[in-house]
């Protein structure tokens, strides 16, 4: 044992206790996540231009549950619960009760799932589908306030104007449409719960689909 | 991307249509499918099935640039790859090992995945039954959503075909690669404790990895298992100090999910001299708060169990059976000031445990790999102990008398003047007791040292305070001193016999120091002990002699003292013993070269880096290396054991212990068979610092 041993080395070292702290290693951050809508807090206000030209703001709708739908119609997430019925089945059932079901197109010009209001209306009527209204975002400022990363994104506001859910559609999170039939379906289950007032069992799940085509 | 997007998925679905299916290119490799972004391909470790054996597969994904697929956990979206098998029967399939992912940021949402090419490891078991001659085909659908910007979710048969062989497969001149190399990507467990607080805004995780240097790693980045704790997208602060690193994230969107442990893969990337380094480590950490409250009570219960049982130990035993002598002489004596012994008693303890304590945690947070037992790392501190034991026990076999100011041992107890040495006395059993590891120590101590020094302090205490408890409830309750025995001529007898564990303990600290630092240490060591021996004798001799004698003896004690205690850094300045020896066992010594050799000739290595002095390596190789599951799974892969013994300094093995960011032991490697010498330079994996029978032989396994 030439050198010091541990011990005395030690000990000098702990005479002259440095401070290690070192420079932290920064990183670019979302620029949004601080925005976002939360559950259990009043959903954000907006205001978006309809496919009918007219704007529709959330206020606009102050008293009744609300449904947000973020969709593109290309995305084969969407295309899933489209071709199998199953989103035109839930916003009947819910428009049905008097849900308002806001279906919110957030692609920008030039990206996939952007449409012109008379594509939009096309394709609700080709598909059978059912919403309230279909609304653009093509800069995505209400999406990025939601936090709606993918298409399908679903969320569910009370009459208070509380948001209740916000996530996935369904617990089967695939592009297969056989997974359709046996899927526990998020959003039913909210809105029923949101109808009785009682709280939401799941209120919030992890989205799937694609991601939404901001600009 | 619009166009180009649309045209390409187009092309797409027509190619998915007619489902390529290329020729079969040999044994092992497969036929590729897919589609113009991704073709997929099963390939094979092995050229061959062996009956009864497990092997690994791997779905070879190659990627079309710009596209990607995704991690098991996909981020913000998107979906993992999946298999659905048709095996022959009999076989069995395991989970995909996920390599770690890269981070694909798309707008404000981050996805986890793959590009360019990516083999997702598979391990398959084969039935007994299969008859050598014959030919397995392990078939499956393969399903995966690959996106640029736009997803596009696909799937492909996938298959293939190998020969049934009796012996030992051969490996896969293009398969065992590939599966090599991405089975080196796949996080391997975490070498250190994780743990996390969460705030309402963010969840802050703290990763025990001390002795890394912050210049050196250029990223570090927290890949969770599962979505809903953190922010995925969001920034993701790291910092590397003594503690360890730290990395502050924004909370996900899940309350819930920090109410348990959050799992994940911690990756670090590395500049070294020869390139950049991508470590990942599969964490779990546990949430902070919720786990020291519980962590703490348990710690704290075990030091105070392990305490107690220190009194029992060789070189505490003496010291306190000669207290407990003491109160049964004066058991008459005023209860009063017995309660002031035994506080003063218990003071000397607490207080010589918050002093090594205290030193041990600084020492810690300064940085330095050390353990409870540090001290005794010195040779020096060793020798000086066996001295001081030494002079104890000579006390005890009346060959001098100390006198009631300096240790009030025995009848000075009820002596007012004897607080001073109740607290001596004290000090001096917890001094005593450090070389001597109840087996409860080393739990609560390995948890102590992890914690804030409040916390530490704490369990360190605890552990005092049980060390003090026998001879503090004797004097606290007199009732139980009914149950000592009568004072009588027994107890000269007794305190004489109860010199030789003193002896014996200092037999032991005389072997510790021939481990570590051999045979001139042992002299210089021995020849103080016979200078002790002799200022022992003289100081007896001088108090009873006339006033001008008694101050010249008293000076050649001292002189003596001073004299063997010179000679304890000869102890320091002794030449290493041979390390073989002490490996012992089946194990081979440890060397660079040996190392190389090994790996050269293909053969998996464990590397056992440990010291004589390093607690959690002795419990380590007692739990976990030296269990017949082990042995065995060690002999079933031809592991070969090298110990590389650091009780001794060696600059061998202090740069390899560098090269893994660690400046002390333990420290546990086990290498993979080197493929055909392709990846003889690849690192292994390491183990975590605290073994378990079952970690060793995952990693084992893993092989």
């Known amino acids: 044992m030439s050198e010091p041993s541990l011990s005395r080395r030690a000990f000098l070292a702990s005479t002259g206790l440095a401070a290690f702290a070192g420079p932290s290693l920064a990183r670019t951050g979302s620029a949004w996540a601080a925005t976002a809508a939360k559950v259990a807090t009043p959903a954000p206000a907006f205001s978006a231009v309809a496919t009918t030209g007219k704007t529709v703001s959330l206020a606009d709708h102050a008293g009744k549950i609300v449904v947000l739908e973020w969709t593109n119609h290309e995305c084969p997430y969407v295309r899933k619960h489209y071709e199998t019925s199953n989103m035109q089945a839930l916003q009947k059932e819910a428009t049905a009760q008097g849900v308002i079901w806001l279906s919110i197109i957030s692609s920008a010009p030039n990206e996939q799932g952007y449409v012109s209001a008379s594509q939009a209306d096309e394709l609700t009527k080709t598909r059978g589908a059912a919403p309230t209204a279909v609304l653009f975002d093509p800069t995505g400022v209400v999406g990025k306030m939601y936090g709606a990363t993918n298409t399908p994104h679903m969320y569910v506001i009370d009459k208070a104007g509380v948001l209740q859910y916000a996530g996935a559609i369904d617990d089967k999170p695939t592009s297969r449409k056989s997974d359709v039939p046996g899927a526990q379906n998020y959003v039913r289950v909210a809105l029923a719960s949101v109808a009785a007032g009682q709280p939401v069992k799941t209120p919030i799940t992890r989205a799937y689909g694609c991601t939404v085509k901001y600009a | ?703």
């Open chain 2, 1 to 703: 991307m619009g166009t180009m997007g649309r045209m390409s998925r187009l092309l797409a679905i027509a190619l998915l249509a007619i489902c390529l299916m290329a020729a079969s290119a040999g044994d092992g490799a497969a036929a590729w499918s897919g589609s113009p972004r991704v073709t997929v391909e099963l390939v094979s470790e092995r050229d061959a099935v062996a009956p009864g054996k497990t092997f690994w597969i791997g779905l070879r994904q190659t990627i079309a640039p710009g596209w990607h697929t995704y991690w098991s956990n996909p981020g913000d979206s998107g979906e993992p790859p999946q298999i659905d098998w048709t095996l022959p029967a009999g076989f069995t399939a395991s989970d995909i090992s996920w390599p770690n992912p890269e981070r694909i940021r798309l707008g404000p949402a981050m996805s986890y995945g793959y590009s360019n090419e990516v083999v997702l490891p598979i391990q398959l078991t084969a039935p007994a039954n299969l008859v050598p001659g014959t030919r397995v085909t392990v078939a499956g659908r393969a399903s995966w959503l690959v996106c640029e910007k736009e997803c596009i979710p696909e799937e492909a048969p996938v298959s293939l075909s190998l020969p049934v062989v009796a012996g030992e497969p051969g490996l896969h001149p293009t398969g065992a690669p590939l599966i090599a190399r991405a089975r080196q990507a796949v996080p391997s467990p975490s070498p250190w404790p994780a743990t996390f607080t969460a705030t309402p805004e963010t969840v802050t995780f703290a990763v025990a990895a001390r002795g890394l240097v912050q210049d050196r790693l250029s990223e570090v980045w927290f890949y969770p298992a599962r979505w809903g704790a953190i922010d995925h997208a969001a920034a993701q602060q790291a910092r590397v100090d003594a503690r360890g690193i730290t990395v502050e994230v924004a909370r996900g969107q899940l309350p819930e999910a920090t109410a348990a442990p959050i799992e994940g893969v911690l990756v670090l990337t590395e500049r070294l001299d020869g390139g950049v380094v991508r470590q990942a480590f599969a964490l779990r950490a546990a949430p902070a708060a919720a786990t020291s409250g519980l962590a703490l009570l348990r710690s704290v219960a075990l030091a105070l169990a392990g305490g107690i049982l220190l009194n029992l130990m060789p070189c505490v035993l003496p010291v306190l059976s000669v207290k407990a002598l003491g109160l049964i002489q004066h058991s008459a004596g005023s209860a009063r000031a017995m309660r002031r012994h035994g506080l003063a008693y218990s003071a000397g303890v607490l207080g010589s445990f918050a002093v090594v304590a205290g030193t041990l945690l600084a020492l810690r947070a300064g940085g330095e790999r050390i353990g409870w037992g540090f001290q005794l790392q010195s040779p020096l501190v060793v020798t000086l102990l066996a001295y001081l034991l030494f002079a104890m026990a000579l006390a005890l076999s009346g060959v001098f008398v100390i006198g009631a100011r300096l240790a009030g041992v025995g009848q000075s107890l009820a002596a007012r003047s004897g607080y001073g040495g109740s607290f001596f006395t004290g000090a001096l059993a917890a001094v005593a007791a450090t070389p001597c590891t109840a087996p409860f120590m080393g739990a609560a101590v390995g948890f102590a040292v992890t914690q804030p020094w409040t916390t530490g302090l704490l369990v360190f205490e605890a552990l005092g305070l049980g060390l003090a408890l026998p001879y503090l409830l004797l004097t606290l309750i007199p009732t139980w001193r009914r149950f000592l025995p009568r004072p009588g001529a027994w107890m000269k007898r007794l305190e004489e016999l109860l010199a030789f564990p003193l002896y014996a303990s200092v037999a032991w600290l005389v072997w510790v120091l021939s481990q570590q630092a051999g045979p001139t240490a042992v002299a210089a060591a021995l020849g103080g002990l016979v200078l002790i021996g002799l200022a022992a004798w003289l100081f007896r001799i001088s108090r009873h002699a006339r006033a001008t004698w008694r101050g010249a003896g008293l000076t050649a004690v001292a002189a003596l003292v001073v004299g063997a205690v010179a000679l304890g850094p000869l102890a320091g300045t002794a030449p290493a013993r041979d390390p073989a020896q002490a490996a012992g066992g089946r194990a081979e010594t440890f060397s660079p070269r040996r190392l190389a050799e090994l790996r050269a000739q293909g053969r998996p290595v464990f590397v056992n880096v440990t010291a004589a002095w390093c607690i959690t390596c002795l419990v380590n190789e007692r739990v976990a290396l030296r269990s017949d599951a082990v042995t065995e799974a060690f002999a079933r892969k031809g592991v070969v054991v090298l110990k590389a013994d650091w009780t001794s300094r060696d600059a061998g093995i202090a740069e390899m212990l560098g090269s893994f960011g660690r400046s002390g032991v333990p420290l546990y490697l086990l290498y993979a068979p080197a493929l055909s010498g392709r990846v003889a330079a690849s690192a292994p994996a390491v183990l975590p610092q605290i073994l378990t029978e079952g970690a060793v032989i995952d990693a084992v396994n893993r092989i």
